[in-house]
């Protein structure tokens, strides 16, 4: 499918993280260092149940 890449989520500056995705060799993730952070946090905050949406390794890609 095809997957439309904004400027804030990934671009063709060398710095950030390779898309591992085949044809986006030329593009980079990137995020701010604390962003990770709050995006589990707010789910704590948000459900009880936070877990199965950051620990649940059958659903779940990390990519380094």
């Known amino acids: 499918p095809s997957i439309t890449c904004p400027k804030y989520l990934c671009c063709t500056d060398r710095w950030g ?11 980079v993730f ?4 604390d962003a ?7 789910t704590a905050n948000y ?12 659903q779940v890609e990390l990519v380094q």
Do not use: L
Request: charged share 25%; hydrophobic share 30%; glycine share 6%.
């Open 30 to 33: 990137y995020v701010w260092f």
């Open 36 to 42: 990770p952070i709050g995006y589990i946090s707010i």
């Open 17 to 27: 993280t390779p898309v591992p995705r085949p044809g986006y060799e030329d593009k």
């Open 47 to 58: 459900t009880e149940e936070w877990e199965q949406w950051w620990c649940n390794p059958d």
